[in-house]
């Protein structure tokens, strides 16, 4: 079974601080994607990778980061969170077409 | 890039009635188009896919239909119960490792007793 995990449910920062958001997948995966998923907009795609220390934008990148230096680990950056980064971010792996999703962060931004 | 457009965005219905969501696709390449089912506070799981070589795929209640033509693809649920009220996402991709699947904005199905 594969299991997509992230390190936190819910998360609150501030204005200008630096956010790691983070994912793991068991299933030795070579694809992993990070979505934010808002209200009428579905689920937009910020970044993805396609391996170890590869990285492709995605459709909103701006005001995001990632890094990938293990298979198993793919994490989102938010170098200096903002207000309208308040969403629920979520991390999905996939090998070839079917993608699992992780549970998903709700980060609040004040 | 690729556009999904999904229709429509609310979609209430009685117990035991049929369900028919519509997405649009833009990108001729894309051959897999997958939907996916995310009931409230969980997260999104793949409930049925249909690959551009076939036009029809059931499983149980659901059906999904694909016109290649119309670059249309449609969920069909029968029978709905109230456990089928949650948001449908349909998606549609290039298929395959490295490609990235592109999402419509999602349906939200109410079942009503």
């Known amino acids: 079974d594969v299991k997509v995990t992230q390190s936190s449910r819910y998360l609150v920062k501030r204005t200008g601080e630096k956010v790691f958001l983070e994912c793991v997948q068991d299933?030795?995966?070579?694809?992993m994607f990070w979505y934010r998923q808002d209200p009428g907009l579905g689920l937009r795609l910020i970044y993805f990778?396609?391996?170890?220390?590869?990285?492709e934008k995605g459709d909103i990148p701006e005001g995001y980061s990632v890094s990938r230096e293990k298979k198993e680990r793919f994490s989102l950056i938010l170098e200096s969170a903002s207000t309208n980064q308040t969403s629920m971010y979520l991390c999905a792996s996939k090998q070839v077409d079917e993608q699992y999703f992780g549970p998903g962060t709700r980060l609040t931004v004040t | 890039g690729e556009n999904v457009e999904q229709h429509p965005s609310t979609l209430s219905v009685q117990e035991g009635d049929s369900a028919v969501i519509k997405c649009t696709y833009s990108?001729?390449?894309?051959?897999?188009f997958p939907w996916y089912k995310q009931e409230l506070g969980k997260r999104p799981q793949l409930i049925i896919d249909i690959r551009s070589n076939v036009g029809e795929k059931k499983d149980q209640r659901i059906a999904v239909t694909l016109n290649k033509t119309a670059k249309h693809f449609s969920l069909h649920i029968t029978e709905t119960q109230p456990e089928d009220s949650a948001v449908y996402f349909c998606?549609?991709?290039?298929?395959?490792?490295?490609?990235?699947?592109?999402f419509g904005t999602g349906t939200q199905l109410k079942v009503e007793l």
């Open positions: 990778s396609y391996d170890v220390k590869m990285k």
């Open positions: 299933m030795d995966h070579e694809n």
């Open positions: 998606a549609a991709s290039r298929g395959g490792g490295g490609n990235k699947l592109t």
């Open positions: 990108d001729s390449a894309s051959n897999y």
